[in-house]
């Protein structure tokens, strides 16, 4: 069975941190884009970060940029998302997803309609 699990949400503080994981069963992540997407109450799905197959290149929304970092872990099939100096804008449900290693030839990297197969999500609230 194909799926996409996510952790690593919590409640923090402004000016904190955390490490989002995205585990992957029934297939291999690392043949795949993986993105991390998030939405906020009322608003649209928003792409954050996403991790190409091909070459590792890692690309982020610019609110995010300098404080989030995606990265792989091949061995346990997972991918990562570390935020440090977490705002309150960031708070939202984080996804993450699967497209194919080519997709971004056709459709922009945070397009959701790119991506394939989608996690359950997990709440991240930043507050004091």
């Known amino acids: 069975q194909v799926q996409l699990v996510e952790s690593g949400g919590d409640l923090v503080q402004p000016g904190g941190s955390l490490r989002l994981s995205c585990a992957a069963s029934g297939f291999t992540l690392g043949y795949y884009n993986v993105g991390w997407f998030r939405q906020a109450p009322g608003k649209e799905r928003e792409g954050v970060s996403c991790i190409s197959a091909l070459d590792g290149t890692a690309l982020y929304v610019d609110s995010v940029k300098g404080r989030f970092t995606i990265s792989r872990d091949y061995a346990n099939n997972m991918v990562y998302l570390q935020m440090i100096s977490l705002k309150p804008e960031d708070t939202a449900v984080y996804y993450c997803?699967?497209?194919?290693?080519?997709?971004?030839?056709?459709?922009?990297?945070?397009?959701?309609?790119?991506?394939?197969?989608w996690g359950q999500g997990t709440q991240v609230t930043v507050s004091s």
């Open positions: 997803a699967t497209a194919l290693p080519d997709s971004w030839r056709y459709t922009p990297w945070n397009n959701v309609s790119a991506y394939r197969n």
